[in-house]
């Protein structure tokens, strides 16, 4: 029903299509006749269009037909190619593996010739690219690696001009390990820019340039001022060296030597006693030198404060008036003031003014001792944070790379270190603080004491 009722919309259009068109010519024809024959003429015309468009067609399909065998007879032709060349590559493996076999009868003994070569000359380069000496003569650990593959390789062979040459560079390192030579070379400085200086090679030790001491590594490929020098008596030395012409010149080498001065090189991995202080104290750290510094102050200012007062009790003890300057001599002045007291009354007096004096003398002694007693406590504190961090590390990363745990246990012995340091001198301080202000106080008793017996022995005697 829906194919019959598609069908008569066409042909509805269709019929308006040729109403219109009818129309249209019937508004130029003049006549019936005249739309007759216009009618006719268009129907020849499309029939001649037809006709070509059929032929195009048909000259179109035979052209792609030719297009299609030609393509299959390729085809053909490039399968027969491949089953050829197939065959020849497996007659190729087959004579390559015979050849093979009778290279390796003929070389014989020389087999084992170059694989001796191979293990020495793969000995040798680990020395050659790190040797100070290939920084003044690079290339020598390309020509070795060339050197060891050619010996290796079952196909190409060593011949004997290139088993000289590697004899020449063993002899050249061997020879040149015992020479101390000069020569201008690049140089990396600490910023990263190269220069050319003149460099003084000494041995496979060390080199220097400009007083300083340098490293050497291959896969850099030129040498480097080292970013930690040596003390300044060794850099001295190294400075003579490099401007001496003739005779002999102490100079400070590093013993580890072959390999370019890797002990020298290391430096940079050692830190220094302020750096350790500051990469690993962490906040607990920081705040025992803090507390530190503060004990140790107090302690030299008490120390110089009683020494005032020392120096005056000594004084005190020479003159014969009373002054009221120091503590003996605000003492002296209570015996003086009461002249008419008995003995047992001076002594209280008396004693009351010592008891005065005491807690002045004694100042911040407490304090001092205090933080000699919190510094460890401190320290241990850190220790054990440092250890949790530690266990905590290992929780997540494992026990595996040792590294990985440093950096909590440097923090937990440096925080021992710190409160011990700390508590050392502020127990010292504080002993010789106490001493000193003992030391008063025993004159004011002593002193005291004589008084009342000298009161004694007057009531008494009247």
């Known amino acids: 029903m829906k194919n019959l009722i598609k069908l008569y919309c066409v042909a509805a259009g269709g019929f308006a299509l040729s109403l219109s068109f009818s129309l249209l010519t019937a508004q130029e024809a003049t006549s019936l006749s005249g739309l007759l024959d216009l009618v006719e003429n268009d129907r020849v015309a499309e029939s001649e269009e037809y006709v070509e468009r059929l032929r195009e067609f048909e000259q179109n399909a035979t052209r792609q037909q030719e297009i299609l065998d030609t393509t299959k007879e390729r085809i053909l032709e490039q399968e027969r190619t491949q089953g050829q060349l197939s065959d020849q590559f497996e007659a190729n493996e087959i004579i390559i593996s015979d050849k093979r076999e009778i290279l390796r009868d ?12 191979q293990g020495v000359a793969g000995d040798f380069l680990s020395n050659f690219q790190n040797s100070l000496i290939s920084a003044q003569f690079p290339g020598r650990s390309e020509e070795i690696e060339g050197f060891i593959e050619k010996a290796g390789s079952t196909i190409d062979q060593l011949n004997i001009s290139e088993i000289e040459r590697f004899w020449f560079f063993m002899q050249q390192e061997m020879t040149e390990s015992a020479r101390v030579v000069t020569y201008n070379g690049e140089v990396a400085t600490p910023s990263g820019d190269l220069a050319a200086l003149s460099v003084t090679r000494i041995g496979s030790f060390n080199s220097i340039a400009d007083g300083q001491y340098l490293s050497y590594s ?12 040596p003390a300044s008596d060794l850099l001295s030395g190294a400075g003579d060296l490099q401007g001496a012409t003739s005779g002999f010149t102490s100079v400070a080498i590093d013993p580890t030597g072959g390999v370019g001065g890797s002990y020298m090189a290391n430096l940079k991995n050692f830190p220094t006693v302020p750096e350790q202080v500051q990469n690993n104290s962490g906040t607990i750290g920081f705040i025992i030198i803090g507390v530190g510094i503060v004990g140790i102050l107090l302690g030299f200012y008490r120390l110089l404060m009683l020494t005032f007062v020392s120096i005056k009790v000594r004084g005190q003890l020479k003159s014969k008036s009373a002054l009221d300057n120091n503590p003996l001599g605000r003492v002296l002045l209570v015996a003086d003031q009461n002249p008419s007291a008995d003995t047992e009354t001076l002594e209280l007096k008396l004693g009351e003014a010592i008891l005065q004096e005491t807690p002045q003398l004694e100042s ?10 919190i510094a460890p406590l401190g320290g241990l504190l850190g220790t054990v944070t440092g250890m949790i961090q530690v266990f905590q590390q290992i929780t997540v990363f494992g026990a595996g790379d040792p590294t990985i745990m440093a950096g909590g246990i440097s923090s937990a012995l440096m925080t021992t270190v710190l409160g011990i340091v700390v508590a050392i001198p502020t127990i010292f301080m504080h002993t010789v603080v106490k001493s000193r202000a003992d030391n008063i ?6 002193q005291a004491t004589g008084m009342i017996a000298q009161k004694a022995e007057q009531q008494a005697a009247g």
């Not at 003929?106 to 070569?117: A, C, I, K, Q, V």
């Not at 106080?441 to 002593?446: D, G, M, P, S, W």
Request: proline share 2%; charged share 20%.
């Open 364 to 373: 911040l002694l407490t304090l001092i001792k205090m933080i000699a007693t």
């Open 106 to 117: 003929r070389r014989g003994d020389l087999n084992e010739l170059f694989g001796t070569l």
């Open 441 to 446: 106080i025993h004159i004011l008793e002593e």
């Open 218 to 229: 291959g896969d850099i490929g030129h040498l480097q001022i080292l970013p930690r020098q």
